[in-house]
């Protein structure tokens, strides 16, 4: 028996721009996703989130299907341009109506909703595209959080500030895969300090208004484990470690940028004029205490000694089967290793994992029957691993399966899916995969079987 705390919040996960669709409707600003989308060859299958899932005409009955499966708790994201089309300043009525009712029928259900602040909807009305390389973006996005706190805060008690900022600052400013599409080390870095200052102005915006809020960030792990047993590998390791992991969370947790990788950007010539980005108290309001910390962990990286800071290594040390459609290798024990480090290495005060899951490509059959036994599998080893955690005393409080519905996966469009809800993307028809159904079990017996 696998069984949980009690008051564990069993929950699934998606995102604004991922879902919603009606990106021109209801006085909606532009984001920077919008204007990436719509640059050919920045989208593998040529698609954009103009429509996706059709989520904001659709909440209703999508909410429906939540509580007919029993999930307890909803990780969303606001749309910053639907609230503030020009990125700050006058308000859009039809933005605060629109999650005003979302949220209203969630509570209705009992389902606990989780607000993300910022999945990657930035307003170009800000900046144009460059918006995080500007300090100013930062207290923008302060009052964002203001306004929603102001206007959502009887009801919604967790927030979620940032989502990845690796990924909205790295995999996007220095990869150039995701919005902006920039590639220069030092704009990324640079726009890294500001999404994390954004973060610690953000956690202060939102404590004022609502004192007992629990407040987090959900950063990503992918931790590293050397590819083989030597000297360069490790080191390979813990370089990857520093880059994606320790350094967001080391300010985070108050201990300032690593020195190590300090060292290593400025021998890289990364930082050409050093930290000059960060300004006097900066790392004080970075590390404004939080509630928990959200952990986003699909996979593990595999470091090899000749592939340094390599993205996307292909894991050809293992078998095809255990490669999701992401080609990201099955490795449970990732998740189980991460608490933990995390837990003994920053002690917060609490852990969610805000995003877990996989993708396949699975398609109902002529009955309309998903058969996705394949992720069914990885949920349940994962959940298993979640649970050993908790077994070492890891203080995790909710699981966030990643998604509910098949989504725009960003630069790869519709080609995945990793929704326990399948999308016909024609009909927009909702298909509840069998993983959905055995969702609903695990979480009416607060955990698993055997
Ligand atoms: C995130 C993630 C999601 C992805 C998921 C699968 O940042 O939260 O990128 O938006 O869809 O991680 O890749």
């Known amino acids: 028996m696998y069984t949980f705390p009690e008051n564990f919040q069993w929950g699934v996960s998606t995102s604004?721009?991922?879902?919603?669709?009606?990106?021109?409707?209801?006085?909606?600003?532009?984001?920077?996703?919008?204007?990436?989308?719509?640059?050919?060859?920045?989208?593998?299958?040529?698609?954009?989130?103009?429509?996706?899932?059709?989520?904001?005409?659709?909440?209703?009955?999508?909410?429906?299907?939540m509580a007919e499966l029993g999930i307890k708790a909803y990780r969303f994201s606001i749309s910053w341009p639907r609230i503030l089309p020009n990125g700050?300043?006058?308000?859009?009525?039809?933005?605060?109506?629109?999650?005003?009712?979302?949220?209203?029928?969630?509570?209705e259900k009992g389902i606990t909703p989780f607000p993300t602040l910022y999945h990657w909807e930035l307003p170009v009305a800000l900046h144009g595209m460059e918006g995080w390389t500007q300090r100013d973006t930062a207290y923008a996005f302060a009052e964002f959080a203001a306004v929603c706190s102001a206007a959502f805060g009887d009801r919604v008690k967790?927030?979620?500030?940032?989502?990845?900022?690796?990924?909205?600052?790295?995999?996007?400013?220095?990869?150039?895969?995701?919005?902006?599409?920039?590639?220069?080390?030092?704009?990324?870095l640079t726009a890294a300090h500001h999404i994390l200052l954004s973060?610690?102005?953000?956690?202060?915006?939102?404590?004022?208004?609502?004192?007992?809020?629990?407040?987090?960030?959900a950063p990503n792990f992918e931790p590293a484990y050397p590819a083989t047993d030597t000297h360069a590998a490790r080191e390979a390791a813990r370089i990857w470690d520093g880059y994606y992991i320790r350094w967001f969370n080391d300010p985070l947790f108050g201990r300032g940028y690593p020195a190590d990788m300090v060292h290593f950007y400025k021998e890289e010539g990364y930082l050409p004029y050093g930290l000059n980005f960060v300004l006097d108290g900066d790392m004080e309001t970075i590390a404004e205490p939080c509630d928990f910390v959200g952990i986003n962990l699909y996979t593990r990286h595999y470091a090899k000694e000749d592939e340094l800071l390599d993205v996307f290594p292909f894991p050809d040390h293992v078998p095809l089967e255990e490669l999701t459609a992401?080609?990201?290798?099955?490795?449970?024990?990732?998740?189980?290793?991460?608490?933990?480090?995390?837990?003994?290495?920053?002690?917060?005060?609490k852990i969610y994992i805000t995003e877990n899951g996989c993708s396949y490509l699975d398609h109902p059959d002529e009955s309309g029957r998903v058969d996705d036994q394949r992720r069914v599998s990885y949920l349940e080893k994962h959940i298993k691993a979640a649970h050993n955690a908790i077994a070492c005393g890891v203080p995790l409080a909710g699981y966030f399966q990643w998604s509910f519905l098949d989504n725009f996966e960003w630069g790869l469009g519709y080609t995945q899916r990793f929704g326990i809800v399948y999308v016909d993307y024609e009909t927009q028809q909702r298909y509840p995969k069998d993983s959905a159904f055995w969702y609903r079990d695990v979480i009416g017996r607060n955990g698993l079987a055997e």
């Open 326 to 349: 992401m080609n990201w290798e099955i490795y449970p024990q990732a998740l189980q290793d991460t608490l933990c480090r995390i837990w003994f290495e920053y002690r917060p005060k």
């Open 199 to 217: 973060h610690g102005l953000a956690v202060q915006a939102i404590r004022k208004n609502i004192p007992d809020a629990e407040i987090g960030a």
């Open 88 to 107: 700050r300043g006058e308000v859009n009525q039809a933005g605060i109506d629109y999650y005003n009712d979302l949220i209203n029928k969630l509570l």
């Open 158 to 188: 967790h927030w979620i500030t940032h989502n990845e900022p690796w990924c909205a600052s790295m995999l996007s400013h220095q990869l150039g895969m995701h919005a902006p599409g920039i590639r220069d080390w030092t704009k990324a």
């Open 16 to 65: 604004a721009y991922q879902i919603e669709g009606a990106v021109n409707e209801d006085g909606r600003g532009e984001s920077i996703w919008d204007r990436f989308a719509h640059i050919p060859g920045k989208v593998s299958d040529g698609s954009t989130g103009d429509v996706a899932c059709d989520h904001y005409h659709r909440y209703a009955e999508d909410i429906d299907l």
